[in-house]
């Protein structure tokens, strides 16, 4: 879960999300989706998700971006055990968490923390990929 206006956290868990993403093999890559889903419904309308996924080449098909209710976006942070608060008008506290769900949605596997070791996380989407 991010926000596109978000200096910080954002762009380290973005990084992140690629070098997975990178780390999948061209086989399997059409068995897997990336998901963002912004925790600011009011800014990151479809119209800048879109622009976001331009402006960091994330543009093709397995790149998802989605935001919804704010209720809804609670409800689904809260199924993730990510929590957030708006500071700010633009700037928002949140944990960074990279969750892994299976073909039945499912949650398989989540990682917390910015620039870690996603080998396990890797693992796991490799082998519900199969």
């Known amino acids: 879960m991010i926000y596109t206006t978000c ?3 954002c762009p380290r868990l973005v990084a992140d999300m ?3 993403e990178a780390q999948i093999p061209q086989a399997q890559k059409d068995k897997v989706k990336l998901v963002l889903v912004s925790i600011d419904p009011e800014t990151d309308t479809p119209e800048r998700l879109k622009e976001f996924s331009i402006e960091n080449e994330m543009e093709s ?3 998802v971006f989605l935001t919804g209710s704010e209720s809804d976006t609670r409800e689904f942070a809260a199924v993730l055990a990510v929590n ?5 008008p633009m700037n928002f506290s949140h ?3 990279i969750s892994v769900f299976d073909r039945q949605g499912e949650l398989a596997h989540q990682k917390e923390g910015l620039g870690v070791n996603h080998e396990a996380t890797v693992s796991k989407i490799l082998e519900l990929a199969n």
């Open 61 to 63: 098909d397995q790149w």
């Open 7 to 9: 200096q910080a956290a």
């Open 84 to 88: 957030y608060k708006q500071i700010s």
């Open 18 to 20: 690629r070098g997975i």
């Open 95 to 97: 944990s960074n968490i």
